[in-house]
């Protein structure tokens, strides 16, 4: 459910029409429901599913999408070309793979630990980025920390 939005986006994926000679296809897309789901994407974007999206994300994702109109429009439900169908298959990717990421990152583990001068566990919450970044400042922390001085005995 978490990454749905996501890949449902990209359920924009073109329905095709066979006519009548089988061995030519011609591609349309649907632009009304595009825009329901580019609504879907704006409005779960604002909530918990994408809150590690970054700002910079956030920009890439609305620019994807806006291409993704403009080429929709552009070809106005008829037949598309095949550099436009390109275009709009790169948009598509990359707002599937930002999704995608911001959706695993945010999402929220739960641990009991031992609180520190205690015997009493809680619960700790955390999204996967949260934990990743605590853990690479801690790495972070302990290349910076200052070598202790060896003790020359001779």
Known sequence: MRTLLAVCLLCLVPFVAIGKDAAH???TFDSARFEQQRAEIEKAM???TYRELSAEQRTSVIDALDEMQRLLDKSDGADMREEDRIQLFN???QVNTL???AADDSRV???RETKMGSHMKVNICKTIAERRRE???NLQDVRNR???PVENRG
């Open 25 to 27: 296809e011609n591609v």
């Open 46 to 48: 604002g909530g918990e």
């Open 91 to 93: 948009a598509q990717e």
């Open 99 to 101: 999704l995608t990421q």
């Open 109 to 111: 583990i739960c641990k």
């Open 135 to 137: 853990r690479e400042g």
């Open 146 to 148: 200052p070598a202790l």
